[in-house]
């Protein structure tokens, strides 16, 4: 009897384990592919898991509540539908494969699905693990579909004569282990004090934010930005624009395209350090934090953002914020950032020093707009006008970024937010 594994699925870059919070099978059950199996919580989103084959549900090994790792099994399909006898065959485990083992035999374990057609197509393509691993999904979960291998392929084809290319998408070396975790100091609850347990979200991101911490030696850098011209550009437009496309535009947009034009101009800030090697994103994903009504933080990404134009970004970063807001986020809108942009001038906030989103290595915090007045030098003298201020705080990893290169790649960001052309159409 052939059989397939299902596997607890990595939702995103940093995601290590995930809480099954509902089974949507029990064991006997006839399952189509896609249909769906089981919902997952992690630290990040809340997602359904479809099924990559047809079958027959024989075996579920991890109950509703479980906390479990990536890359365990959770339930064991059978591939022929012979319930009876696998739940009494007691060689049937040995006889399981799982995914994975039929594209590479070397490779015990992955973290993905892939659908029977999809291997099919690997196989008689010649695409090894490594390549399957990298082709990043459209499916739910980020599932490699039928038309992403295609895809992948003939991109391949195209690039064949770089050999260099493909050599360059394998994986790089994991990251050099981090620091052990320091005890906190003891603390003591007197009467009248309040206890609160921390939510499943609030221990991720705390425990996130310390690894981060430790991981990454972090330095800040601020800089003022003279944002009149885009403020007035934005109030005389914003209208119009709503009437015009249907979004409302913010500033958010505006900081984006800003940050997206520097990054394509510094891309050591849109990178990542792998033990000794640094790994230099050819895609520039801009992650926006988002806060949701329960006090959460989320951040979801807009990917490839040089490419958008104001409109695309209006409209992806009022996507994006909605379904972060209303638990609507697929996993595959928080996958993949490779820069992220804190807007706390939301809640009037001036300036601060943010914490890196790891496996990124800067990230932009802007502060609140707000009229202040300025010295302006004009050929008749300098004189005192009121004009539109911000600050900009980035907060970069010292290990690969110096002062040098964090303060400038900040200045461009201020620099394109002061150039903005003012006679823009919407
Ligand atoms: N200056 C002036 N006015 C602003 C600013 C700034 N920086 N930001 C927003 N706004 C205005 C905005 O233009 C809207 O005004 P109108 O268009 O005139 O109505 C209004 O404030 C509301 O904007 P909103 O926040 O709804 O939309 P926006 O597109 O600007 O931001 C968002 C979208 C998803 C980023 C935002 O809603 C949000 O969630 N912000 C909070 C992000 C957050 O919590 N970050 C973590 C901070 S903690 O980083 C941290 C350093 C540590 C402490």
Redo the contacts with the bound molecule.
Sequence with gaps: MASFNIVMPKLGESIQEGTITKWFVKEGDTIEEDDMLFEVATDKVDSEIPSPVDGVITKINYPEDSLVAVGEVLAVVSLDGEVEETATTSDAPAKAETAEASVDNSRKLSNRFYSPLVKTIAQEEDVSFDELESIEGSGVGGRVQKKDIMAYLENRDSSAAQPEAKKESKPAAPAAPVAEKKAAPPVSVGAGDTVVEMDRIRKLIADHMVMSKQVSPHVTSVVEADVTELVLWRNKN?DAFQKKYGD?I???PIFTEAVAAALAEFPMVNSSVSGEKIVMKKDINVG????KPDGN?IVPVIKNAEQRNLVGLTKE?NRL?DAARNNKLDPSDIQGGTFTI??????GNII???IINQPQVAIL?????EKKPAVLETPSGDVIAIRHK?YLSLSYDHRIIDGALGGAFLRRIADHLEQFDTNRAI
Excluded at 342 to 347: K, L, M, R
Excluded at 365 to 369: E, L, N, Q, S, V
Aim: charged content about 5%; aromatic content about 12%.
């Design positions: 914003k409302k913010t500033f958010m926006i934090a988002v806060a933080l970063l914020a804190t807007n706390f001038g939301s809640f601060g020093t943010p915090a802007t502060g609140i707009i911000m």
